[in-house]
């Protein structure tokens, strides 16, 4: 059997005394690509912070590529694990290259100085997220969906094979939401990145990814195909709403949320 990128077993985290994950258990496949969805409160966002050790659970186990997270050190952790927040650039006073640079941290003794393997890492970076053209921008002058592919690109500088993704797609206009989906797809498809995604929208989630977990109240409530996640029912069990299902080209469904009758 493959070692699962991330294995999650019973996993409770409490904030402000109130269990905002409950019993939480899953498999993310190594080199798959996983959209994690639901309601607002669900949990979803405290989960990837929990799996990228920004949060600490009260009780349960995470494993990283086979291993206990908590048996990493930090560094040891970012060189397989990055975690992208939501591309918010109002307190980083920084040029773009100078950004990405940043990445390579994990890389660093605390003494040394960037060597030229790691900006051939941050260059190859901005390469692949297209990135370069803005090198000397300082990233708050760039748009909501030029500071997303920034992220990425440092993500990248890591080294790490496991992005994990918070809402990468959402408060971007129609272009830069195709931009990094298909940036995302590209390195899940041609360079076997582990993808794990946040969103709120079933519609990111079947572009964002092959498999989708939904949860509701901090428990899974939902684990499989996109396809079954689409499927009737489904959705308005999770979201406790109706849902209309549109037929696109290539045999695709968009959903929209429908008003519930009066």
Do not use: W
């Amino acid at each position: 059997m493959t070692t699962p990128a991330i294995a999650i077993r019973d996993l409770t985290c409490r904030l402000g005394g109130r269990a905002v994950l409950d019993g939480v258990s899953l498999d993310i496949p190594a080199g798959g690509s996983v959209a994690i969805l639901g309601p607002n409160g669900a949990g979803k966002t405290t989960l990837l912070k929990c799996i990228a050790r920004i949060v600490r659970p009260a009780s349960g186990a995470i494993e990283i590529l086979g291993k206990a997270s908590a048996s990493y050190a930090q560094r040891d952790l970012a060189r397989v694990l990055s975690y992208v927040p939501q591309a918010d650039a109002r307190y980083l006073p920084f040029r773009v290259s100078e950004f990405v640079l940043l990445g390579r941290y994990p890389h660093l003794s605390p003494f040394s100085s960037l060597t030229p393997e790691d900006r051939r890492a941050a260059d190859a970076a901005m390469d692949r997220t297209g990135t370069r053209e803005f090198a000397d921008r300082p990233i708050d002058t760039l748009s909501g969906g030029e500071r997303q592919r920034v992220f990425i690109a440092a993500a990248l500088t890591q080294g790490a094979r496991i992005l994990l993704l918070d809402e990468p797609a959402t408060f971007l206009d129609y272009k830069h939401q195709v931009e990094v989906v298909e940036l995302l797809r590209g390195l899940n498809r041609d360079e076997g990145v582990t993808l794990v995604s946040v969103t709120h929208d079933a519609n990111d989630a079947a572009l964002l990814g092959d498999h989708a977990i939904a949860l509701k109240a901090g428990r899974v409530h939902f684990a499989g195909e996109i396809s079954a996640l689409l499927a009737e029912g489904v959705l308005e069990s999770v979201f406790d709403t109706p849902f209309d299902r549109i037929a696109a080209p290539a045999g695709q469904i968009l959903v929209r949320a429908r008003e519930a009758a009066r």
